[in-house]
């Protein structure tokens, strides 16, 4: 079974200093990653995704995340931060190959950037 | 935008009332999803479906049934409201690749 562990449920940063949040998951097989944001009282909006190719993937507002196989890791970079980017952020895997139904989510990470 | 409305956006419901969620999508895709979000917990699948009349039960279906009529509308429904489902209910849908699946506003359900 996969599974999705998001290590900091809350990180705490300044405004314009760099951040890290961390993903690691578990599967017996291929898999493609996700990261979605969630701001308050909203849906989830997709970030970036992984699906096969250079590992280092490139998303929205100037986030980015490298898949580390060997590590079963996804972590998610921004190297300077801004108040708007204070939201919710999950990770999420699925299996290559396997059902559109199983995506499975981390619990998530709140990031709160200070002024 | 993903094409994806959820109605009603916020409900009270007394606990033993039946409650139906309804999504619709403009996409035409031909898979549609019903999440529950709820602290600590993350986003977990309750059901899906792969097209009219074809469902399937995802990690927490107890308690939900779904139904498909038509390509544009999933419905999510709670027999018999309880307070444990008290959540916030988020429809999605994939793209035609599936690799992508996106998400619609989220209905807010209290169950009193």
């Known amino acids: 079974a996969q599974s999705v562990t998001q290590l900091d449920s809350q990180v705490p940063v300044f405004e314009e200093a760099p951040v890290e949040l961390r993903c690691n998951y578990s599967?017996?097989?291929?898999?493609?990653l996700f990261w979605y944001v969630q701001y308050p009282n909203q849906g989830l909006q997709l970030l970036l995704k992984?699906?096969?190719?250079?590992?280092l993937v490139k998303g929205i507002n100037g986030f980015e995340a490298e898949f580390n196989k060997s590590q079963t890791s996804f972590h998610l970079r921004k190297p300077s931060v801004h108040i708007s980017d204070t939201a919710e952020y999950f990770c999420?895997?699925?299996?290559?190959?396997?059902?559109?139904?199983?995506?499975?989510f981390g619990k998530g990470t709140k990031l709160s950037v200070k002024p | 935008d993903a094409g994806i409305t959820q109605s009603p956006r916020h409900k009270v419901t007394e606990t033993g009332t039946p409650v139906t969620l309804r999504c619709h999508q403009t996409?035409?895709?031909?898979?549609m999803y019903w999440y529950r979000q709820d602290p600590g917990h993350g986003l977990r699948l309750i059901h899906y479906?792969?097209?009219?009349?074809?469902?399937d039960k995802g990690e927490v279906s107890d308690g939900y049934s779904v139904s498909r009529s038509k390509t544009e509308d999933f419905l999510l429904t709670l027999e018999s409201a309880t307070s444990s489902q008290t959540s916030v209910y988020f429809c999605?849908?994939?793209?035609?690749?599936?690799?992508?699946?996106?998400f619609g506003e989220g209905s807010w359900l209290t169950v009193v």
């Open positions: 479906s792969y097209g009219v009349k074809d469902t």
């Open positions: 999605a849908i994939s793209s035609p690749s599936g690799n992508t699946i996106y």
């Open positions: 599967s017996s097989v291929s898999v493609y």
């Open positions: 992984y699906l096969s190719g250079s590992t």
């Open positions: 996409e035409n895709h031909r898979y």
């Open positions: 999420a895997v699925r299996n290559y190959g396997g059902s559109q139904g199983n995506l499975i």
